[in-house]
C-alpha cells in the first residue's frame, strides 16, 4: 500500500527479500484505502501486502520469510543476541574511550572501563520499561520477593554504579552498590537455576527480554562483584 500519507514498511521490506532470494517481483500497489478494502475482501485476507508466486498465494511478509526457511522477527525464542549486542557494544566503547584517554588499547582501565559501560547499558534496558522490568526481576530475585520496591530500584542503582566507576569517582559509594547487587543477583540465580532447576527468562536486558536465566546472569553478577572489591582496592593502590 502506497499513498500521500502511507507507505506500507512491510511491503517493502517483502518486495526486498524476495528480490534477494533472486525473484522478478511485479509491484502491485494499493494506492487508496478503499483499493485495499476491495483487495481484501476478493482474496478473504486481512492484511496487506499479499504475495504471490505464479499462482499460489504465499502470504504477507512473515508467511514469505517461512516460506524460504528464515526466521520469523518477533518470535518469542530463548535468545542471547540481546546480551551479546549489549557486551560487544561495551567492549568496543572501552577501547575508544582507552584510545582517546591513554594513547592505548589495552590496559586496566580498559577492563574497567568495560564492565562500567556494560553496567550502564544493561541498566538503561531495564529502565526503558521499568515495569516489566520489575515484573520479571520478581520471578527469581530473592529480595525482590521480600522487598517489592527493590525491583524499581535496581535499575538506577546499577546505572548509578556504572555512570561513578566509568568516572572513576565517588567509588565509596559506587562500589558498595556494586557489591551489594551483585551478590544479592548472584545469590539469586544460583538458587533459582541450580539448585531450584527453574527455567526462567533473565530480566538482566530489561523485561522485555527472551535470555535464558543462567550461566551468562550469574557470570554478570560476579562480574560485579569483583568490580566492587577491586574499585576500593586499585583507590588504596593508588
Not at 500521500?4 to 533472486?22: I, N, S
Not at 494499493?30 to 481484501?40: G, I, S, Y
Not at 504475495?51 to 520469523?72: C, S
Request: hydrophobic share 50%; glycine share 8%; proline share 3%.
Amino acid at each position: 500500500m502506497v499513498t500521500d500519507e502511507h507507505v506500507c514498511p512491510f511491503g517493502l521490506k517483502t518486495k526486498d527479500l524476495l528480490e534477494r532470494q533472486g525473484f522478478d517481483v511485479k509491484d502491485h500497489r494499493l494506492e487508496t484505502r478503499e483499493q485495499a478494502d476491495d483487495f481484501k475482501r476478493e482474496y478473504q485476507v486481512e492484511t496487506t501486502p499479499q504475495v504471490f508466486i505464479g499462482d499460489k498465494r504465499i502470504g504477507g511478509y512473515e508467511e514469505v520469510r517461512k516460506h524460504f526457511g528464515l526466521d520469523v522477527p518477533g518470535e518469542k525464542e530463548v535468545s542471547y543476541r540481546p546480551i551479546v549486542a549489549i557486551f560487544s557494544t561495551a567492549f568496543l566503547m572501552a577501547l575508544a574511550v582507552a584510545w582517546a584517554a591513554l594513547d592505548t588499547l589495552w590496559s586496566i582501565r580498559t577492563l574497567e572501563w568495560f564492565v562500567a559501560i556494560s553496567m550502564c547499558l544493561l541498566g538503561l534496558q531495564k529502565l526503558k520499561d521499568l515495569e516489566s522490568f520489575s515484573t520479571m526481576f520478581l520471578n527469581y530475585d530473592l529480595l525482590a520477593q521480600r522487598q517489592v520496591r527493590y525491583g524499581y530500584v535496581y535499575p538506577f542503582a546499577e546505572t548509578l554504579a556504572g555512570i561513578l566507576m566509568l568516572a572513576g569517582m565517588l567509588v565509596w559509594l559506587a562500589a558498595p552498590v556494586a557489591l551489594f547487587i551483585g551478590i544479592v543477583g548472584a545469590i539469586s540465580v544460583f538458587k533459582a537455576v541450580y539448585i531450584d532447576k527453574r527455567e526462567l527468562k533473565c530480566a538482566c536486558a530489561g523485561g522485555d527480554s527472551d535470555v535464558p536465566l543462567g550461566f551468562v546472569s550469574l557470570t554478570e553478577n560476579l562480574i560485579m562483584i569483583l568490580m566492587g572489591l577491586w574499585m576500593p582496592i586499585r583507590m588504596y593502590l593508588l
